[in-house]
């Protein structure tokens, strides 16, 4: 008799502390670790800028923007894919880019899941930021002034966030 109820109050025991355990290493750890799982590449800041050019560095580590109508492919229209310029990643399709006068390559849609969105605030406005998925490099802003017979978003992106491979023949 005796026995069993030291058995029940160990286990209560346990289960209690293992509780509070629980409450206090899940909290900061859910914080901390989100950013840093988010994306399958991570290099350091070192490493990207011994990679990228000065002016790709700028914009898809520093989230900066390259003037309207300086980029190379605000004309391109040839078919193939476009895919990040610091990783790789598919980010559009050309059949997905259309003809915008606001000086930078657009296109109506990213692939599924090649892209997250981020708020910005930055410049006084407020705009939705588009980064790549797998290494977190910003790419550009999308918008809602895209064309209205496909999905009505811009996807208005720096040509120097982006490579082209055009399309086997
Ligand atoms: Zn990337």
């Known amino acids: 008799m005796k026995k069993s109820i030291a058995i ?8 209690s502390c293992t509780g509070q355990d629980k409450k206090k290493t899940n909290a900061p750890a859910t914080k901390k670790a989100t950013p840093e799982k988010q994306f399958a590449v991570q290099k350091t800041d070192a490493e990207w800028r011994k990679e990228l050019s000065p002016e790709a560095y700028e914009v898809l580590r520093n989230k900066g923007t390259e003037r309207a109508f300086t980029g190379k492919y605000v004309n391109t229209f040839e078919k193939g894919d476009y895919v990040c310029a610091a990783c790789g990643n598919v980010i559009f399709h050309s059949n997905s880019k259309f003809h915008s006068d606001c000086g930078w390559p657009s296109f109506d849609q990213a692939i599924k899941g090649s892209v997250v969105y981020v708020q910005d605030y930055t410049l006084g406005m407020t705009r939705t930021e588009v980064d790549c998925a797998r290494c977190g490099s910003h790419l550009g802003h999308v918008f809602d002034d895209g064309p209205q ?17 055009p399309a086997k023949k």
């Open 8 to 15: 029940i109050l160990i286990a209560f025991a346990i289960a």
């Open 149 to 165: 017979e496909t999905t009505g978003k811009r996807f208005c992106t720096n040509s120097v966030s982006i490579k082209f491979i």
